[in-house]
């Protein structure tokens, strides 16, 4: 890297490498988990996350005015949503198989912990990491995290079919544990004060933006909305036709693992290789790549167009989503708006979510007519947002690297 990561930022990469594994297994495992309880029920698990991404957004607005004016909690309230979590884990151990009856609960419960996390986690991020080191830390921690990929899944798929969910919701609960105790290296005095004397008020935010900083913001909110559609949508689909065609846990696990070796590929080539200016060629490719992978699924669900699915979606739309947040977490700096990321992550966090909870809207009505065409005729729609994003971020690159390109020129007709 450029310049070494610090303790702070080595503390918070481990913190969220264990977060994966913790994720893993409460989203791609319990979804499967849950299809296995609920004998398939996709409206359930529709409900699930609609409930959990309610409460994400409506968490960053409640917790927006602590978050704002005390930064030195913002590690406390990360903490929290760990703690939160691992309850949430060890509820699983308890309750077992009737969790398929108190779902509604689980959802609260996770959401919750999920809202108290996220929201003082993307806030340390953005000021814990430089933007210059911004590209190499995500995707060193995104080739780590699919590291971790390649090994948790067959080790979770082999120890739930060996043993049980239940028993190896145990050993998630002691990493969660673990987690909490690498967050007390997070150094809290790195957190600005800058803004916090100020209220948390987002019409005040939005009243201080000049015209052309609202015009700038208004893409990065219109690709967070696409973002929430096409990343976690299309993530549960895929997970849901994935173990209703192989079956087993142990088979998602052997695939997640697959399809994870391929993720780091493309990420360290896209890491090593990625220049703003060749934005048109990567986003081009991984969209046009995408939409025919989902065609093959359009025209026939077999087990053969399912793994050519997944190899194509693990080497795309992880690139894809380091690319948006590269972009979200720089644009705070680019855009002079330090007084304001309590508020600017609060518009972001809440777009995604508008789009996630739209996402599993769509998959709870096709849950409903139960028809396999009409679960088809989502994936593509989901599908389609790819093009939609990828045109949208182009557009974002390419006025970036026009403005960085003016500002070179003023710069040597200055000292001229």
């Given at each position: ?51 959990i ?25 990360y ?75 067959i ?38 004060t ?33 973002y ?21 846990s ?13 993720s ?26 995408i ?97 939609i ?28």
């Open positions: 890297m450029k310049n070494k990561l610090d303790k702070s930022s080595r503390a918070l990469m481990i913190c969220d490498l264990t977060n994966s594994i913790i994720s893993l297994f409460g989203e791609t495992f319990l979804v499967a988990y849950f299809l296995q309880v609920s004998n398939e029920n996709i409206v359930q698990v529709s409900i699930y996350y609609i409930i991404y309610t409460l994400l957004g409506l968490g960053s607005i409640v917790l927006g005015n602590l978050l704002k004016s005390k930064p030195a909690k913002r590690i406390i309230i903490r929290v949503g760990i703690i939160v979590k691992s309850i949430f884990i060890l509820l699983i151990v308890l309750f077992k198989e009737s969790i398929s009856q108190y779902f509604i609960v689980f959802a609260i419960l996770y959401g919750f912990a999920e809202a108290l996390y996220w929201s003082a986690h993307d806030l340390m991020n953005i000021e814990i990491v430089d933007n210059e080191n911004r590209k190499q830390y995500m995707t060193t921690k995104r080739i780590l995290g699919k590291l971790i990929n390649i090994v948790f899944p080790i979770l798929g082999t120890s739930i079919e060996l043993t049980s969910f239940v028993n190896i919701s145990i050993y998630i609960f002691v990493l969660t544990l673990i987690q909490i105790i690498i967050s007390f290296s997070v150094d809290s005095n790195r957190f600005s800058e803004g916090s004397e100020e209220r948390y008020c987002l019409k005040n935010y939005v009243n201080s933006l000049s015209q052309e900083q609202k015009t700038k913001l208004n893409k990065i909110y219109k690709l967070a909305f696409i929430g559609i096409m990343m976690d949508t299309i993530r549960v689909l895929v997970v849901i036709i994935t173990i209703m065609t192989f079956k087993t142990l088979n998602l696990g052997i695939l997640t693992t697959i399809f994870a070796i391929c780091m590929i493309s990420l360290y080539i896209f890491n090593k290789l990625y220049q703003k200016n060749y934005a048109k060629l990567v986003l081009s490719f991984c969209s046009i790549l939409v025919l992978g989902v065609l093959g699924l359009i025209i026939n669900i077999s087990k053969q167009t399912l793994i050519l699915y997944n190899f194509i979606y693990s080497i795309t739309i992880y690139i894809l989503e380091v690319m948006f947040k590269i972009k979200a977490d720089d644009i705070v700096k680019e855009y002079c708006i330090q007084n304001w990321i309590v508020e600017y992550h609060t518009f972001i966090e809440g777009f995604m979510d508008i789009g996630r909870i739209t996402g599993f809207l769509l998959m709870l009505i096709i849950g409903l007519l139960n028809n396999i065409i009409y679960f088809k005729i989502l994936l593509l729609m989901v599908t389609i947002c790819i093009p994003y990828s045109i949208i971020m182009y557009k974002i690159e390419n006025n970036q690297l026009k403005d960085s390109k003016s500002h070179k020129i003023k710069q040597i007709a200055n000292k001229n």
